[in-house]
């Protein structure tokens, strides 16, 4: 069932787009798609079904979407109910709306996991054809040669075949800085595993263009306007918004 039409200006400036007056001019400007169409002044969208886009980045319409961003622990587990009966990364978010989390971290893994009840902004954040980047800090065994950074950064030979290439930064000789786009399952733990240096200790430090270093493990915040439409124009591989 469809819901109550909302007036095009108002999902731009609940998006933080600005003023009405400002909300106008990108519309007039011929910015803004609604399903695949150059918006109209005055034109209204269901929140239901809906598709806008502004400069080709997706934007989620309906007006009771929301979005976390929490600093996982290590011992949670990335998803909404676990039949064993473990910590979840749901348990510690308020329990309404629902939200879901935006791909997975690993039980031992800490760091930045999104959580939200919009399944397209999720779909453009995890599916590997849209390239968002996640950085990671990875503690690793021993002290990765020359080579075996050549290798992680060129592509890793997996039982899931070989990785996309990465970016990898040695930032102390057993600290490196591992930047991928592809959702594999474990994949950084595999890959360095893989050449020789298998992981101490893993955490996300960046999903996109989203970081944030003042959140204690376990603690949690909404995004910001700002956050949610940058993550929305990286999803669509616009850079530099």
């Given at each position: ?15 933080g787009f600005g003023s ?74 308020p329990r309404d709306p ?144």
């Open positions: 069932m469809s819901s109550e039409p909302i007036r095009l200006q108002k999902v731009l400036a609940l998006r009405r007056r400002v909300c106008d001019d990108i519309i007039a400007a011929g910015r803004v798609k609604v399903d695949g169409k150059v918006a109209l002044l005055g034109q209204r969208v269901d929140p239901e079904t809906c598709s806008v886009e502004v400069d080709g980045a997706p934007l989620g319409v309906r007006p009771d979407y929301v979005y976390f961003v929490l600093n996982k622990p290590a011992g949670v587990i990335s998803t909404a109910s676990d039949p064993q009966g473990r910590p979840t990364v749901v348990d510690l978010l629902r939200v879901f989390p935006v791909g997975r971290l690993d039980a031992d893994t800490e760091g930045l996991l999104i959580l939200t009840n919009d399944g397209g902004l999720t779909h453009h954040l995890t599916h590997p054809s849209f390239g968002v980047d996640k950085e990671y800090l990875a503690l690793v065994d021993g002290n990765p040669s020359r080579s075996a950074l050549r290798e992680l950064r060129e592509g890793v030979e997996l039982d899931d075949g070989v990785t996309a290439p990465a970016r990898v930064t040695a930032i102390e000789p057993n600290l490196l800085r591992i930047v991928i786009h592809e959702g594999r399952n474990r994949q950084v733990r595999r890959m360095c595993e893989a050449v020789g240096h298998p992981v101490s200790r893993l955490v996300r430090t960046r999903i996109g263009t989203l970081t944030d270093t003042t959140l204690a493990p376990g603690e949690w915040r909404p995004l910001t306007l700002e956050e949610i439409r940058e993550l929305e124009f990286a999803s669509a591989g616009i850079p530099g918004r």
